[in-house]
């Protein structure tokens, strides 16, 4: 089995490139702070200290690391805050598309996706919505076919209960019947499935049951 190796990196550009803005503007931010707080804790000190020795100099020092993990702690409490709604433009997108995946899974197909203005993966929306539409219309389809081979079906029942059987009104609803069953073929050959998976999971005891009473 081949492994798949990814050869291009930046599949969704924008997106991509706004977070890697973010992540370099952080680790700035953080580096200007920490800059900001040696210069202003040392070399101030250091500069403003007459007669500077060991012991003075290691003074400055422990005052320096003791203001660095005050400030260390306070760009943790602002990063986190600021990641929390960051975070959030692709956190509430996923929750919502594993939301909405459980009602289609379900069964409902009119599940749909809408994002709030400003988050990400409006393009991921986009393509969920049109693939649940375009579900729809498929079943819509289908129970359409259904419909009209029922009909066709309840015609045959009627012309063999009348005892009418007449050459040409067997042949008629007999070419019906296969112009349905060929438009039936068409719908579902829109479907790709994976044939050599023939199993099937009853979703529930109770169908469990009824499928092994029908066997």
């Keep these: 089995m081949s492994k798949h190796r990814r050869r291009t990196y930046l ?3 924008g997106l991509q490139l706004r977070y890697m803005g973010i992540i370099i503007s952080t680790m700035l ?3 200007f702070g920490v800059g900001w707080t040696i210069y202003h804790t040392s070399w101030s000190q250091i500069a403003n200290t007459q007669d500077l020795t060991i012991d003075k100099l290691a003074d400055i020092f422990d005052s320096v690391n003791s203001t660095l ?3 260390i702690f306070v760009f943790i409490f602002i990063i986190a805050i600021l990641s929390i709604f960051v975070s959030h433009k692709i956190a509430g997108p996923v929750y919502r598309l594993e939301e909405t995946t459980r009602v289609i899974a379900s069964g409902d197909l009119t599940g749909k996706i809408y994002l709030r203005h400003g988050d990400e993966l409006q393009d991921l929306q986009e393509a969920f919505n049109k693939m649940s539409d ?3 219309k498929m079943v819509a389809k289908d129970r359409e076919v259904i419909e009209k081979l029922v009909a066709t079906g309840n015609r045959l029942r009627d012309t063999i209960e009348k005892k009418n059987l007449d050459h040409n009104a067997v042949e008629a609803i007999n070419s019906d019947l296969y112009g349905v069953i060929e438009e039936l073929r068409l719908v579902t050959s829109g479907f ?3 044939e050599s998976d023939t199993s099937f999971t009853p979703h529930s005891e109770t169908e469990a049951a009824d499928a092994q009473e029908t066997v």
Aim: proline share 0%; charged share 25%.
């Design 11 to 13: 599949i969704k550009t």
């Design 29 to 31: 931010m953080v580096a």
């Design 192 to 194: 790709k499935i994976d």
């Design 134 to 136: 375009s579900l729809c």
């Design 69 to 71: 993990v005050r400030w």
